[in-house]
């Protein structure tokens, strides 16, 4: 029957591809799939993530695809949580209601009460699931191999043998409840202290192999969030949403397969709660760098440094042809950028960029397809709730902070530097990207650095005090020498890096790499002072050259923040946005700093800084006034270089218990810089 059944649709989806295309083909491949069983219908799924595989009229049928099950019998239920959880219904639930809420191929959804009242839904397997999925799974292998045997090179390019593998994954993690909880609970710790997204608890003890256990969920439908919310709860409800989105697709790598309408609950106040987790999916730490680096050249228009990044991730069949792929994607991506509204979209161009690959030889790793998939089937969502929302839009600030936050790291920046170096120097030439490790004991290649160092003369932390003397000296000797009447300059330094050594033997070890670096530089700036008052400078004239030094540290900092955001918005007030929040991420990154965000009007960025390591070194010091003319004094003119003005009432190294950031960027309001309680 299933042999039979299999081999009259792949006739008919042969005849369909050669242009001899019946209507009611996609209509009764649907139908024999839910015929044919369970595993089938899971088929069904997968597939319409795949439109490299089938077409798209086909893959449109499959989309459309509802489970159709019948209810079975509450005392098979009965017994199924007998054999799991032991003991009667009773022993665990205060209630258990007899009619299903949902009856699908593999398993039916009972609503229940604990015995302390609190409302759960139960999920409850099927019988005999196992024995019918393993025979299931004997059939399509036969098939797949007789398959390689008439239509091998669509085998190949299709690459199905390992979209097999992951079909018989998904569907195993579908018959194991207790690895779905698992599931679940991994989505819940990258959701913690996400305030827009719940995840349902799971119950453990009352979770097993064939029975789950966990929270039942009240909320909106899709469609009746769309239709009765007010325009301001949709809107936030929008920005949760894309919020979630780019976490899971981008940030995580952890993502939710299959999120219809049905798998996501609305509510009201502008939370989403996510439910069934049994199709999920994984991007390695590169893919995830890949795709950020390809959104990043397409919303610029950089066509072909965009295919560079997407091509990156193919595997090319033996009839491959780049010129063709390229052709397609240059086509697809022109597309994108004339279209109207609604028309076509970042999410729906990346899975037609994949169709071309494949269409011209280019194989894309199952993962990826179902990323591709699974992001344009959730964009869908948004554009539910905000017919007009272009995605790429409201993605842009929060890839701006995934991209900083990820060049930012100071491990990653080592480790990639630690590959680079030893082939540039010896060699004269860059490893190619094959000869790259992910991961490695990182502390053996510590270890070889110190001994190099030893090797040229280095100690671990002279090596360390050559790099920030020069970089300081770089900065300090011409603002220095050009001092009038003239210093002497060689003094001041070498009395400022006595003062520092005595300064930096009672330095804590900060939490974060970013605090330690703004740590010792405040160091190094109360030994500057300190070293030109000893030289005859007045305190004003001595506050004066230290601020100059350091804004001539700080100013080539702004740069990358500065132009990373103008590279992803054209709108002023998103680019203070960006660019702040890079630095908050490095190197003024929290738990060393605090930040908390405030509401403002729509012309400026506001947020608090509620911890400072360089204000409490200062105030240790007795030297909070040095800080107050020096370093928050440097907030100033990088608000002008960032295109805004500053606007602050106090800091934390004046007394106050936060250091108040208002950029404003509406150039025709005066600046309220005459509060200038920072500045007396």
Not at 47 to 55: C, Q
Not at 130 to 145: E, K, N, P, V
Not at 444 to 451: E, V
Request: glycine content about 6%; aromatic content about 8%; charged content about 25%.
């Amino acid at each position: 029957m299933i042999l039979w059944t299999l081999r009259r649709e792949v006739r008919a989806l042969r005849r369909y591809n050669l242009q001899s295309r019946g209507e009611t083909d996609p209509t009764r491949f649907v139908e024999a799939l839910i015929e044919l069983g369970p595993t089938f219908v899971k088929l069904g799924q997968i597939l319409s993530t795949r439109p490299d595989i089938l077409p798209e009229e086909y893959v449109a049928a499959l989309e459309r695809l509802q489970e159709r099950a019948p209810v079975v019998p509450l005392d098979v239920i009965k017994a199924t949580i007998k054999t799991e959880l032991g003991g009667k219904l009773a022993d665990h639930f205060e209630t258990f209601e007899c009619d299903p809420v949902a009856s699908a191929s593999l398993a039916q959804v009972h609503r229940a009460t604990l015995k302390d009242g609190t409302v759960v839904a139960v999920k409850v397997q099927r019988p005999d699931m196992d024995a019918l999925i393993s025979r299931d799974m004997a059939a399509l292998s036969f098939g797949i191999t007789i398959l390689a045997k008439i239509v091998p090179r669509k085998l190949r390019r299709s690459n199905l043998s390992d979209f097999f593998a992951e079909f018989r994954r998904y569907t195993l993690n579908e018959l194991d409840f207790a690895a779905e909880a698992q599931t679940i609970e991994r989505f819940r710790l990258n959701f913690v202290g996400h305030d827009t997204v719940t995840i349902p608890n799971t119950y453990q003890k009352l979770t097993t192999r064939r029975v789950l256990t966990m929270d039942w969920v009240e909320g909106l439908h899709l469609g009746d969030a769309a239709a009765i919310l007010t325009d301001e709860k949709k809107d936030k409800l929008v920005s949760g949403l894309v919020n979630m989105l780019l976490k899971m697709f981008v940030s995580d790598g952890l993502f939710h397969a299959d999120l219809h309408p049905g798998n996501i609950v609305f509510h009201s106040d502008g939370r989403l709660t996510l439910l069934d987790f049994g199709m999920y999916g994984q991007l390695e730490p590169r893919q995830q760098d890949r795709f950020i680096l390809y959104w990043m050249a397409v919303v610029q228009g950089q066509t072909r440094r965009a295919f560079h990044h997407f091509r990156a991730q193919t595997d090319a069949l033996p009839d491959a042809d780049e010129a063709a792929f390229f052709g397609q994607f240059a086509k697809l991506a022109e597309e994108f950028y004339t279209s109207p509204l609604r028309e076509t979209s970042l999410a729906k161009i990346y899975l037609e960029m994949m169709q071309a690959g494949y269409q011209t030889g280019f194989v894309f790793p199952a993962s990826l397809m179902l990323h591709a998939k699974a992001l344009t089937t959730a964009e869908a969502l948004l554009f539910e709730l905000a017919p007009d929302a272009r995605f790429e839009q409201l993605s842009r600030p929060y890839i701006a902070r995934e991209f900083a936050a990820r060049v930012a790291s100071p491990n990653r920046l080592a480790k990639r530097a630690s590959q680079i170096l030893p082939e540039l120097l010896l060699l004269g030439e860059l490893p190619p990207q094959t000869a790259m490790d992910e991961d490695w004991d990182w502390s053996t290649t510590k270890a070889l650095a110190n001994d190099l160092a030893s090797q040229i003369g280095l100690t671990n932390v002279d090596g360390g005090r050559t790099m920030l003397r020069d970089l300081v000296e770089h900065h300090a000797l011409p603002i220095l020498q050009a001092t009038k009447p003239a210093l002497n300059v060689p003094d001041i330094l070498k009395a400022t890096w006595r003062r520092y050594d005595e300064l930096e033997r009672n330095l804590r070890i900060a939490e974060t790499t970013g605090a330690m670096i703004t740590t010792h530089l405040a160091a190094l700036t109360l030994a500057i002072y300190e070293s030109l008052v000893a030289q005859g400078q007045s305190p004003e004239e001595a506050h004066g050259l230290v601020y100059q030094i350091g804004w001539s540290i700080y100013e080539p900092m702004s740069e990358l923040p500065l132009m990373l955001a103008k590279t992803l918005s054209a709108d002023p007030t998103k680019q203070m946005r960006i660019a702040t929040n890079v630095f908050r991420k490095f190197p003024f990154g929290d738990p060393a700093y605090g930040w908390r965000d405030i509401d403002t009007d729509p012309n400026t960025v506001g947020f608090d800084c509620t911890k400072c390591p360089v204000a409490s070194f200062f105030k240790q010091h007795d030297a909070s006034g040095l800080c107050v003319k020096t370093w928050c004094a440097l907030d100033y003119p990088l608000a002008q270089k960032w295109g805004g003005k500053l606007e602050r009432t106090g800091t934390i190294a004046m007394g106050d218990d936060h250091c108040d950031f208002r950029w404003n960027m509406d150039p025709a309001r005066p600046s309220q810089q005459n509060n200038t309680k920072a500045e007396t």
